[in-house]
């Protein structure tokens, strides 16, 4: 199954953002993964629709993967797609039904993913799995870029992978040099860097050297 790498613009330097996701692209990443925050879904607020489309002005060929950390994803999913989101994940947790909004992403032209919370166990994430095209298990609790992985999460994805063995099972939430053989070994395939990424001193060596496998 193929290892695909994404940085997480979050970590980026909001200074100069442009520079950011260009940075990403040229350093080969699969797919830039761009999280949305709401305040009353996570305890912080983060980008809006207009970066969405910021990124497909100036990487027009880079994916766009947005994750919605939303109470209710489902009154902006149009305005997103329009914005020029490839993906978009939303949340098991939040305040709408994922069934039916996971199906108007499809409809919308982009690949579905359902996200769950550290807290959810892995099986809320089963009645989803025909329409959504990936699953997201948060290493992390979503809210902030920086945080420590929490290991229990990855048993989430070995349970998941087993009953998928062709599924797209992404992690989001402190992988680094080290947690990203954890992650692999547990069998993510998608997998989100943030602040590792954008610290590395050369991100396209670090997308190289984890795609082969070894970070
Ligand atoms: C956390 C976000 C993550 C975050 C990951 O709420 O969903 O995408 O940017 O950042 P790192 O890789 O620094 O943990
Ligand atoms: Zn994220």
């Given at each position: 199954?193929?290892?695909?790498?994404?940085?997480?613009?979050?970590?980026?330097?909001?200074?100069?953002?442009?520079?950011?996701?260009?940075?990403?692209?040229?350093?080969?990443?699969?797919?830039?993964?761009?999280?949305?925050?709401?305040?009353?879904?996570?305890?912080?607020?983060?980008?809006?629709?207009?970066?969405?489309?910021?990124?497909?002005?100036?990487?027009?060929?880079?994916?766009?993967?947005?994750h919605?950390?939303?109470?209710?994803?489902?009154?902006?999913?149009?305005?997103?797609?329009?914005?020029?989101?490839?993906?978009?994940q939303?949340?098991?947790?939040?305040?709408?039904?994922?069934?039916?909004?996971?199906?108007?992403?499809?409809?919308?032209?982009?690949?579905?993913a359902i996200v769950?919370?550290?807290?959810?166990?892995?099986?809320?994430?089963?009645?989803?799995?025909?329409?959504?095209?990936e699953v997201l298990v948060m290493?992390?609790?979503?809210?902030?870029?920086?945080?420590?992985?929490?290991?229990?999460?990855?048993?989430?994805?070995?349970?998941?992978?087993?009953?998928?063995?062709?599924?797209?099972?992404m992690?989001d939430?402190?992988?680094?040099?080290?947690?990203?053989?954890?992650?692999?070994?547990?069998?993510?395939?998608?997998?989100?860097?943030?602040?590792?990424?954008?610290?590395?001193?050369?991100?396209?060596?670090?997308?190289?050297?984890?795609?082969?496998?070894?970070?």
């Amino acid at each position: 199954m193929k290892t695909e790498i994404l940085p997480s613009l979050l970590a980026a330097d909001i200074g100069c953002l442009a520079d950011g996701i260009v940075r990403a692209e040229k350093a080969r990443a699969d797919r830039l993964h761009i999280d949305i925050m709401d305040p009353s879904f996570v305890p912080n607020i983060s980008f809006s629709p207009d970066v969405v489309a910021l990124c497909r002005r100036v990487a027009p060929g880079l994916h766009r993967n947005v994750h919605l950390m939303m109470s209710r994803p489902d009154l902006y999913l149009e305005v997103f797609a329009k914005a020029g989101a490839d993906s978009i994940q939303i949340h098991y947790e939040a305040d709408c039904d994922p069934h039916r909004e996971l199906r108007r992403i499809r409809e919308l032209g982009c690949r579905s993913a359902i996200v769950i919370n550290p807290e959810t166990p892995a099986e809320k994430a089963l009645a989803y799995l025909d329409e959504a095209d990936e699953v997201l298990v948060m290493t992390v609790r979503p809210g902030y870029g920086g945080q420590k992985l929490m290991p229990e999460c990855l048993d989430k994805v070995s349970f998941l992978r087993r009953l998928r063995p062709e599924m797209g099972i992404m992690v989001d939430g402190g992988i680094n040099g080290e947690t990203f053989a954890e992650a692999l070994a547990a069998g993510a395939n998608l997998i989100v860097s943030g602040s590792w990424l954008y610290g590395a001193d050369d991100m396209g060596e670090a997308i190289a050297r984890m795609k082969a496998g070894r970070a």
